[in-house]
């Protein structure tokens, strides 16, 4: 069977631009509405709802900041609760020098006299100036002083209370007798105001005097 | 007539044509427009967010220091009302020992530098134990001004050294009453020389201050 497409081409693509121009209204439209809609909604939040949360945030702030500021003596306050804050830190880290002369006390041989001791914290050094009949003395107090340890109550174990012992001063005459200097380092756990040390001394130190420095200057 | 009418439709066609042209170049236009003016404002909108988060933020910490605030004064009001302060003096009275907590806090960090008021305490000090012989040291209120006050105080060292005088017991007291004064003293270098009737110390140390803290109320840019 023979069709005959009685329409004119004319007219086929006068109906297939209607339907294409019905189509891309329609959609440029929509796009139109979307992005027009998008934009107005964008302007709403930006301009309209963000600024009111704005202002209600800045409105709590300075309502807070001057209930702040008006409670009396508020700086005074914060300033004895900082400094009360601070204090037992730096109250733990100070020295306790004085447990130098019980060590001292401990480890010097009783014929030996001290007139000069030096306790540097900056760099852990103890030296010690002063006389002795012998050298023999002075050799076993630098001996006690290697060997001395330490303990710390609560922790295990035992560590050198001197390192680096040196005699660094020498001299002997028939008036003054044997006169020394010995520098040593000291672990810095010995005057550490939260332990709680014991030295250890060796048997042999011969150190029972009551005083350290020489009698008579 | 028939010669007429597919020519019409061709008009049509082509004015179909053009106006499918305009409106597509009107809407891409506005589209394009849109697109654009509203990706610019979701970057205010971004930005805006994040200072509103940062405000609200800071809205939320302030409510809080206003109930910490209310609650620190009711503490600090029973730390300073105590009859006897931290170190066993009484709260009126005029011994060294004696004042309110709030003033034996502040004597054992003041919270500006002074000083001649450190050299009058560490001769008090001394003079209770030894024979003081000289208080040296820098004044530095000048430089130390700019630490007035500040939000997040840190102590500041105040360097001194001193000398004294006396036998063996009256030196180890002395040192002994650096360690247990109020006032945090940190032994720098301590030297003693002499005989144990008459020794002489050489006392190299730090104690401190603390600038005094303020409610640090700051801007901050948002970007």
Redesign the interface.
């Known amino acids: 069977m023979v069709q005959f497409n009685l329409l ?1 081409d ?2 086929l ?2 109906i297939k ?2 339907r ?2 019905h189509t ?2 329609t959609i ?2 929509l ?2 509405a979307v ?2 809609g ?2 107005l909604l ?2 709403m ?2 301009n309209v709802v ?1 600024k009111q ?2 202002k209600k ?2 409105n ?2 300075k309502s ?2 001057q ?3 008006e ?14 804050k ?2 037992p830190g ?2 733990d ?6 447990r ?2 019980g060590y001292l006390t401990q480890v010097t041989p009783s014929q030996i006299s001290l ?8 760099v852990s050094t103890l030296s010690v100036t002063g006389t002795s009949p012998t050298i023999d003395i002075v050799r076993v107090y630098a001996d006690t002083l290697k060997r001395t340890t330490f303990q710390i109550k609560g922790a295990e174990g035992s560590n050198k209370a001197f390192s680096e012992v040196v005699l660094s001063n020498f001299g002997k005459s028939d008036t003054t007798g044997t006169t020394f200097t010995l520098t040593m380092k000291f672990n810095e756990q010995l005057f550490n ?1 939260t332990n709680e040390v014991t030295l250890v001394v060796p048997a042999n130190a011969g150190a029972s005097q009551s ?1 350290i ?5 | 007539m028939s010669t007429k009418t597919p020519l019409t439709k061709r008009a049509m066609i082509d004015k179909a044509n053009a106006s499918i042209v305009l409106l597509v170049s009107v809407a891409a236009f506005v589209s394009v427009f849109s697109l654009v003016a509203t990706k610019t404002l979701f970057s205010q909108i971004q930005y805006q967010q994040r200072v509103i988060s940062k405000k609200q933020d800071a809205a939320r910490q302030l409510e809080k220091n206003v109930q910490n605030a209310e609650k620190l004064r009711t503490s600090y009001e029973a730390f300073t009302g105590a009859t006897t302060n931290v170190i066993g003096g009484i709260k009126v009275g005029d011994s060294a020992k004696d004042g309110d907590n709030a003033k034996i806090i502040l004597d054992a960090l003041p919270s500006n530098y002074d000083f001649p008021a450190l050299a009058t305490n560490l001769e008090t000090l001394v003079s209770q134990q030894a024979k003081l012989t000289s208080i040296t040291g820098i004044d530095d209120e000048v430089v130390q001004s700019s630490n007035a006050t500040s939000g997040t105080p840190q102590p500041i060292e105040m360097p001194f050294q001193l000398t004294a005088e006396g036998n063996y017991d009256q030196i180890k007291n002395l040192i002994i009453a650096t360690e247990s004064s109020i006032r945090p003293i940190q032994h720098s270098v301590v030297e003693i020389t002499g005989g144990q009737a008459n020794l002489v110390l050489n006392l190299t140390a730090n104690t401190y201050y603390q600038p005094a803290k303020t409610i640090d109320y700051k801007s901050e840019v948002v970007r």
């Open positions: 004119p004319v007219k693509n006068f631009t209607r294409q121009k891309i209204t440029s439209f796009m139109m992005c027009v998008l934009l964008s302007f939040v930006a963000q949360i704005l945030a800045d709590d702030i807070r900041t209930t702040l500021r409670v009396p003596d508020i700086n005074k306050v914060l300033t004895v609760q900082s400094q009360l601070t204090l730096l109250h880290k100070k020295q306790v020098t004085s130098v002369f007139n000069k001791l030096s306790l540097d914290y900056t105001p005083s420095f020489e009698e008579k200057r």
